[in-house]
């Protein structure tokens, strides 16, 4: 399988989206190429980016569609015609149906700020704060049909501080976040990704 043309799914600033493109300028992405940003909201400053990094970008209003699936199959059709082989998650703020999950199984992955399967779903970082706990960190996961269910491919833990604000602690999660998704991206570029049933393998 070759996973080295990505599409980059986006919903908001980007940033993981500038971190992986910067990456790729830099020869990071283990031979991998972003060849397309898809975003659900065309107004979303991501979208900005795309267009500075020079990639292409697929821009779609869900609402502007009859259903989910509908919307859904739009992008799998720009998937196919670009021979999209990753699916790369960066602040896509929406649920996938099987339309896009089906004929990618196994090629979506996920970024999460905590470590899974703790604080899974929204506001994560205000979750570990909210519970108290003395390490987090970000995992980086297979996607399937549930909420931050998918096989957890790589985590780093951070120690949380006392003091920490969810702006401070959100700070070193992003600086965690923008190197190790590059990492894992370039491994899937580079074919080093294995999955048995829900244990994925990285191989040096």
Do not use: C, W
């Amino acid at each position: 399988m070759n996973y080295s043309r990505i599409a980059v799914f986006a919903s908001g600033q980007g940033s993981n989206f500038a971190a992986l493109a910067q990456a790729q300028r830099e020869g990071r992405l283990g031979g991998g190429v972003i060849e397309l940003l898809v975003s659900d909201r065309p107004e979303a400053p991501v979208a900005q980016r795309a267009q500075e990094a020079g990639i292409a970008s697929l821009l779609l209003r869900p609402k502007d569609f009859d259903s989910r699936e509908q919307y859904e199959a739009r992008i799998v059709e720009e998937l196919k015609r670009r021979e999209i082989g990753l699916i790369v998650l960066a602040g896509y703020m929406r649920l996938i149906t099987p339309v896009l999950l089906a004929p990618y199984e196994g090629r979506i992955i996920n970024i999460h700020p905590s470590l899974l399967p703790a604080f899974a779903g929204k506001d994560a970082i205000g979750q570990a704060l909210d519970y108290g706990v003395k390490l987090t960190g970000v995992t980086v996961h297979f996607v399937d049909g549930g909420m931050d269910t998918g096989p957890v491919i790589a985590q780093r833990a951070l120690a949380v501080e006392d003091g920490d604000t969810a702006d401070s602690l959100a700070e070193r999660i992003h600086r965690i976040e923008y190197e190790l998704y590059p990492e894992v991206v370039a491994a899937f570029a580079a074919g080093k990704i294995k999955l048995d049933g829900r244990k994925a393998t990285v191989r040096q």
